[in-house]
């Protein structure tokens, strides 16, 4: 131990190591995925051809990627249309779940009142909601919409209204000292305290957006009227075509993939200066 | 007891009683004379209604009974409180933090820049304006919490326990600042604490107080005069006055009992 005072290393043997590690683990988290899922089809790929297992039980990676390429024409409209249904539903699920729970912070009458219908609607399976809207309402984009809608609302407002409360109290205090609206206890307090949770919900409505179109598509796009990504799907079993059953499945995948990561990438956007959910640990 | 002749009173508490839910009697007939410039502590054992007192006084809650007055008009910002978390907005800035009672106000950021500029500067944080609070230590946060109460240069601070969850040195510092942004301000300090010495070092005022039901036991006055330092800790004077108020907290307690 012969260090002399600026000898001292950067780096002792501990911080090196962790280095080493956090580099590892950024490039392994992309690499490992990848190399699972290039298995996984390899795999798939091997079991279908070595065993000889018919198309119409189990399609091979090869027709099925085939069928992405060659049926895109029809695919890809399909999937506009699941992509604008769940968008929608997500956003008319934000700002109804956002207002109502905005309404029912302000007023407890209003919680008090209305809080157990949204509770209905949310326990009431939309599956059988479904066959009922397409009777009531004519366009089936607008009942495969509700249904969407129906779904994702709750988590929103469930959420935000947790959010909305979970403000600290003495800050609620200070904010009464100083004389605080109402808009500005809800604008500058209750809000941002609402927000991480608020993002939270958002996450898991945007996943259950896509099943609730997804539903009301297997329910209501039957009759014909062409709709999106699962219709096709349906439809494609009726004719036994399996490789295009396989290839609406993997574009649904995809799309809540991506539905996923963008709710994520927002939520990490927004909360990544303040928020503890948001922060890598240094230690 | 010269230093504080010719204080004229400030708040003047007259038998107040708070009674909560019909049955938890938290204060007891409370009467108290907050003269403008004392240096006030407020000293007893858990539950003597300490806390409750501040939010009387700070209007959070209005007694049963009794009266509270105040001499002179109370505008906006003439009242500052610290609690004992520091209570800081995490999405905001310690800047933005400080700027929140201008804010509530409808003062702009850049109007009110100056002030906050010079708050921060009075607790020790210019260098941590643009930083989040969760980037600070606590006696750190605890200052910010401090500035924000300061900001509007407020005719009274209420402070309820800040320094209790920190350590020895931290508070001494702390301590000391607090008396120097006081003689700064030249504002009136009501400070809430369990710690003898602490209220002996700080103020010029000690009420010490009983629990069940709350009340106030006895008055002792620190006439030591200001500005106090490091040194008062160890004098003798000091002693002499731990001990006095030491006797009078265990007879509160005693009384309690
Ligand atoms: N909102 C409330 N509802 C009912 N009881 C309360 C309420 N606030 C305080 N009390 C009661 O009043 C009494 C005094 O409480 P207070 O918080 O003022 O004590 P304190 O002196 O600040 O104690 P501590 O030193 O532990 O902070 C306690 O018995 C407490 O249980
Ligand atoms: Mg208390």
Redesign the interface.
């Known amino acids: 131990m012969n260090l002399s005072d600026d000898a001292v290393p950067a780096l002792d043997k501990e911080e090196e190591f962790r280095a080493r590690r956090n580099r590892i683990n950024r490039i392994a988290k992309w690499t490992l995925p990848s190399l699972v899922m290039a298995l996984s089809l390899l795999a798939w790929h091997l079991y279908v051809t070595l065993n000889d297992v018919p198309h119409y039980v189990l399609p091979g990676p090869v027709p099925v990627g085939k069928s992405i390429v060659e049926d895109w024409a029809l695919l890809w409209p399909a999937m506009l249309t699941t992509s604008r249904l769940t968008i929608l539903a997500l956003f008319l699920a934000v700002t109804g779940g956002v207002a109502l729970a905005v309404a029912f912070t302000q007023s407890r009458w209003a919680e008090m009142s209305f809080f157990p219908y949204a509770v209905i609607l949310q326990v009431t399976p939309v599956v059988a909601i479904a066959p009922l809207l397409q009777i009531y309402v004519d366009s089936a984009f607008v009942a495969a919409l509700l249904c969407a809608w129906i779904v994702a609302f709750f988590p929103i407002l469930s959420n935000t209204t947790t959010g909305l409360k979970s403000a600290?109290h003495?800050?609620h205090?200070?904010?009464?000292?100083?004389?605080?609206t109402r808009w500005?206890r809800l604008r500058?307090?209750a809000a941002?305290s609402a927000?991480p949770y608020f993002l939270g919900g958002l996450r898991i409505a945007g996943g259950l957006a896509l099943i609730g179109a997804v539903v009301a598509e297997f329910v209501i796009g039957r009759a014909g009227t062409g709709l999106g990504l699962a219709s096709t799907l349906l439809e494609a079993s009726y004719r036994f075509n399996f490789g295009r059953l396989y290839a609406a499945l993997i574009l649904i995948s995809i799309l809540g993939i991506g539905i996923f990561a963008i709710t994520s990438l927002i939520s990490h956007l927004m909360l990544r200066?303040?928020?503890?959910s948001a922060?890598t640990r240094e230690i | 007891m010269t230093a504080r002749h010719g204080r004229r009173p400030l708040l003047t508490m007259s038998r107040v009683e708070k009674t909560f839910g019909g049955e938890t009697v938290a204060l007891k007939d409370l009467s108290l004379t907050v003269n403008g410039g004392d240096f006030l502590s407020l000293l007893g054992p858990s539950g003597c209604g300490k806390s409750t007192a501040l939010?009387l006084i700070?209007?959070?809650i209005h007694p049963t009974s009794g009266r509270l007055e105040w001499s002179g008009e109370r505008g906006?910002?003439d009242?500052g409180?610290v609690?004992q978390?520091p209570?800081l907005?995490?999405?905001?800035t310690v800047s933005q933090n400080v700027w929140?009672?201008y804010?509530?106000?409808g003062k702009g950021f850049a109007e009110a820049q100056r002030d906050i500029d010079a708050a921060l500067e009075l607790v020790g944080l210019a260098e941590f304006t643009e930083a989040?609070?969760?980037e600070l230590s606590g006696g750190m946060k605890m200052r910010v919490s401090i500035a924000r109460a300061m900001v509007t240069r407020p005719r009274l601070i209420l402070l309820d326990e800040p320094f209790a969850a920190l350590d020895e040195i931290t508070r001494f510092k702390l301590n000391d600042d607090l008396l120097e942004m006081k003689a700064a301000l030249g504002c009136t300090v009501i400070f809430v604490t369990h710690s003898v010495f602490e209220s002996v070092f700080l103020s010029d005022r000690v009420i010490v107080m009983a629990a069940r039901p709350g009340r106030v036991i006895s008055e002792l006055g620190i006439d030591t005069p200001y500005p106090r330092h490091a040194d008062f800790r160890t004098s003798n004077e000091y002693a002499a006055h731990t001990r006095d108020v030491s006797n009078a907290l265990g007879e509160a307690m005693g009384a309690a009992a």
Do not use: C, S, V
């Not at chain 2, 907005?89 to 905001?92: F, L, N, S």
């Open positions: 600290d003495n800050l205090d200070l904010f009464t000292i100083y004389g605080a500005q500058y307090l941002p927000l200066k303040w928020h503890e922060l | 939010r700070a209007g959070l906006a910002g009242l409180i609690f978390e209570t907005m995490p999405w905001m929140l009672p804010r509530l106000r989040y609070p969760r």
